[in-house]
């Protein structure tokens, strides 16, 4: 959180999904709706702690094996992990996954910190800089019935932009003690902004 580096290129991981086999799912509005639904899946398998840990296995056809997981099922915990170790399976510092969803990186001079929001049941969907909430939790913190995301995913890919203005996104991606000067002095314009950034802080994933 120190470096003051811009996080683009030096620290912030990104993915690339191949084409689906299936060409049917490869409609943009249907290939994102699929992958915010498995995100939220596996964010509630996060949440709920049933989240399968993450492990090396030197030997797969050894130690990735259903024996090997009944095994480590009733190994008490004081002495798993070197039961795992015997059997060449290491397991993988997860303490970062808690900060994975509903959390972000605030610029701050200095140093930058993380913050979490425990609430949150949007996301935010980015187009052409422009950025737009989706709401995709209900009340009770459910996953809202993948037809309805997919409507508004659809809505929003045919929407045109309201304007043809510079994103403010291209700041993010500045050394990190310019974009938080940025931030303070979008912040102070106007209430609007700062309803705007916590959204976009707030959301569950962008």
Not at 115 to 131: E, P, Y
Request: hydrophobic share 40%; glycine share 2%.
């Amino acid at each position: 959180l120190s470096s003051r580096l811009p996080l683009v290129l030096n620290f912030a991981p990104f993915m690339a999904f191949k084409a689906d086999t299936d060409s049917a799912y490869m409609p943009l509005p249907i290939r994102s709706t699929n992958m915010i639904i498995s995100a939220l899946r596996f964010r509630r398998s996060l949440i709920e702690n049933v989240l399968t840990p993450e492990i090396f296995h030197m030997n797969p056809a050894k130690s990735d094996t259903p024996f090997y997981r009944k095994l480590m099922y009733f190994t008490p915990e004081a002495i798993a992990t070197y039961v795992s170790f015997a059997m060449k399976a290491f397991p993988l510092d997860m303490s970062q996954y808690s900060s994975l969803f509903s959390s972000t990186r605030i610029p701050c001079k200095g140093k930058d910190k993380l913050t979490q929001f425990a609430d949150s049941r949007h996301i935010v969907v980015l187009k052409r800089g422009q950025f737009y909430a989706l709401e995709v939790l209900d009340s009770q913190g459910n996953i809202r019935p993948a037809r309805q995301i997919y409507t508004c995913i659809s809505h929003l890919a045919n929407l045109e932009p309201e304007s043809t203005c510079d994103s403010i996104s291209v700041f993010s991606a500045d050394e990190r003690d310019k974009w938080a000067d940025n931030r303070e002095k979008l912040l102070s314009i106007s209430p609007l902004n700062r309803n705007s950034l916590s959204l976009i802080d707030s959301a569950i994933f962008t």
